[in-house]
Protein backbone atom coordinates (compact mmCIF):
# COMPACT_ATOMS: atom_id res chain seq x y z
CA UNK A 1 0.00 0.00 0.00
CA UNK A 2 2.97 2.86 0.41
CA UNK A 3 4.59 2.17 -2.45
CA UNK A 4 1.02 2.73 -4.44
CA UNK A 5 0.63 5.88 -2.14
CA UNK A 6 4.26 6.83 -2.87
CA UNK A 7 3.60 6.06 -6.45
CA UNK A 8 0.88 8.00 -6.82
CA UNK A 9 2.03 11.10 -5.25
CA UNK A 10 5.36 11.12 -7.42
CA UNK A 11 3.17 10.81 -10.68
CA UNK A 12 0.60 13.56 -9.26
CA UNK A 13 3.85 15.59 -8.49
CA UNK A 14 5.45 15.37 -11.95
CA UNK A 15 2.54 16.26 -13.83
CA UNK A 16 1.39 19.27 -12.03
CA UNK A 17 3.86 21.58 -13.24
CA UNK A 18 1.53 23.38 -15.18
CA UNK A 19 -1.89 22.75 -13.60
CA UNK A 20 -3.80 26.15 -11.91
CA UNK A 21 -4.11 24.07 -8.65
CA UNK A 22 -4.11 21.11 -7.00
CA UNK A 23 -7.43 19.36 -5.08
CA UNK A 24 -8.28 16.44 -4.01
CA UNK A 25 -11.17 14.55 -2.54
CA UNK A 26 -10.01 12.31 0.16
CA UNK A 27 -12.14 9.27 1.78
CA UNK A 28 -11.90 6.56 4.19
CA UNK A 29 -14.41 4.18 5.39
CA UNK A 30 -14.01 1.37 8.02
CA UNK A 31 -17.08 1.55 9.70
CA UNK A 32 -19.80 -0.66 8.07
CA UNK A 33 -23.18 -1.55 9.83
CA UNK A 34 -24.74 -4.34 7.56
CA UNK A 35 -20.90 -5.86 6.17
CA UNK A 36 -17.33 -6.42 8.11
CA UNK A 37 -15.53 -3.31 9.46
CA UNK A 38 -11.92 -2.96 8.35
CA UNK A 39 -8.99 -1.39 10.15
CA UNK A 40 -7.15 0.46 7.77
CA UNK A 41 -9.17 2.61 5.70
CA UNK A 42 -9.53 5.45 7.69
CA UNK A 43 -5.62 5.13 8.52
CA UNK A 44 -4.47 5.00 4.98
CA UNK A 45 -6.70 7.85 3.63
CA UNK A 46 -5.40 10.30 6.58
CA UNK A 47 -2.14 9.77 5.85
CA UNK A 48 -2.82 10.00 1.74
CA UNK A 49 -4.72 13.43 2.96
CA UNK A 50 -1.63 14.65 5.02
CA UNK A 51 0.41 13.68 1.88
CA UNK A 52 -0.63 16.10 -0.53
CA UNK A 53 -1.04 18.30 1.55
CA UNK A 54 2.22 18.60 2.13
CA UNK A 55 2.40 18.99 -1.98
CA UNK A 56 0.31 21.86 -2.23
CA UNK A 57 -3.15 20.06 -2.43
CA UNK A 58 -6.31 21.59 -1.01
CA UNK A 59 -8.18 18.08 0.02
CA UNK A 60 -11.44 17.55 0.94
CA UNK A 61 -11.00 14.16 3.16
CA UNK A 62 -14.43 12.29 4.67
CA UNK A 63 -14.36 9.39 6.73
CA UNK A 64 -17.06 6.73 7.53
CA UNK A 65 -19.45 8.16 5.20
CA UNK A 66 -22.75 7.57 3.74
CA UNK A 67 -23.24 7.09 -0.16
CA UNK A 68 -25.68 9.81 0.11
CA UNK A 69 -22.56 12.20 1.34
CA UNK A 70 -20.07 10.49 -0.42
CA UNK A 71 -22.18 11.28 -3.70
CA UNK A 72 -22.87 14.34 -3.17
CA UNK A 73 -18.75 15.20 -1.77
CA UNK A 74 -18.23 13.69 -5.37
CA UNK A 75 -20.54 15.92 -7.31
CA UNK A 76 -19.18 18.76 -5.80
CA UNK A 77 -15.82 17.75 -6.30
CA UNK A 78 -16.38 17.23 -10.30
CA UNK A 79 -18.08 20.45 -10.71
CA UNK A 80 -15.28 22.60 -9.42
CA UNK A 81 -12.58 20.98 -11.46
CA UNK A 82 -14.91 21.95 -14.54
CA UNK A 83 -13.36 24.64 -16.53
CA UNK A 84 -10.27 24.83 -14.49
CA UNK A 85 -6.58 23.71 -15.45
CA UNK A 86 -6.93 22.62 -11.92
CA UNK A 87 -5.31 19.02 -11.06
CA UNK A 88 -7.90 16.62 -9.31
CA UNK A 89 -7.18 13.35 -7.36
CA UNK A 90 -9.67 11.16 -6.03
CA UNK A 91 -8.19 8.29 -3.36
CA UNK A 92 -11.18 5.49 -1.94
CA UNK A 93 -10.03 3.35 0.81
CA UNK A 94 -13.02 0.79 1.83
CA UNK A 95 -15.07 -1.99 1.00
CA UNK A 96 -15.52 -2.35 -3.03
CA UNK A 97 -18.22 -2.35 -5.23
CA UNK A 98 -19.81 -5.41 -6.67
CA UNK A 99 -22.78 -5.32 -9.17
CA UNK A 100 -24.76 -8.06 -9.98
CA UNK A 101 -21.89 -10.66 -8.20
CA UNK A 102 -19.78 -8.52 -9.97
CA UNK A 103 -16.18 -6.44 -8.22
Given at each position: ??????LAVLLVSV???FAEGRVALV???SD???ITK???PEND???MASTLRRIGFEVTTLFNAD???MKKAMLTFTRGLRDTDAVG???YAGHGVQVDREN
Amino acid sequence: MRIFLLLAVLLVSVNTGFAEGRVALVIGNSDYTKITKLRNPENDAALMASTLRRIGFEVTTLFNADQKTMKKAMLTFTRGLRDTDAVGLFYYAGHGVQVDREN
